[in-house]
């Protein structure tokens, strides 16, 4: 009983719950970023390009052949296109991503500070400097009046 309660005490946290939320967003998200990639980034960079696809490439290894001329094993390929595709589809989606979370902060930050009136210093160092001002009037023989 002990051991469920703890794993109930563990499972509620708000961190848990929170992380928990943050994954299926997350993976949301991700589908919206994947067809914005696929469709409306990629075609273009494709065009310019000329219309290059990667995933095309690979480099065929050579096939051991048996006696009567047959392979012994079907075509074996290194498919280093499939890499490179991914690796720029994920530089693409970074840089998509980035410049959309970047527009999304510019959007949601504000400007607090009024550009005509200066800020207002808290309230103890106001009072730190009038007992600064105080104590420079005053001359060295007068003690200081508390």
């Known amino acids: 009983m002990k051991l469920i309660n703890e794993f109930k005490e563990f499972a509620m946290r708000g961190n848990v719950i929170d992380l928990a939320v943050g994954v299926v967003i997350g993976a949301s998200f991700s589908a919206i970023v994947k067809t914005f990639v696929d469709n409306i980034i990629t075609p273009p ?7 290059v696809d990667f995933s095309g490439l690979s480099l065929p290894l050579p096939v051991p052949k048996i006696e009567n001329g047959q392979p012994a094993l079907d075509a074996v390929e290194i498919k280093y296109g499939l890499f490179l595709q991914a690796i720029f589809a994920f530089t693409i989606t970074a840089i998509a991503l980035f410049i959309f979370i970047k527009a999304i902060n510019r959007f949601l930050r504000t400007d607090n500070t009024k550009k005509d009136s200066p800020v207002q210093p808290p309230e ?15 001359t060295p023989s007068t003690p200081p009046t508390l």
């Open 124 to 138: 103890e160092i106001l009072l730190l400097r009038e007992i600064r001002d105080s104590l420079k009037t005053q």
């Open 45 to 51: 960079i494709g065009w310019l390009v000329g219309g």
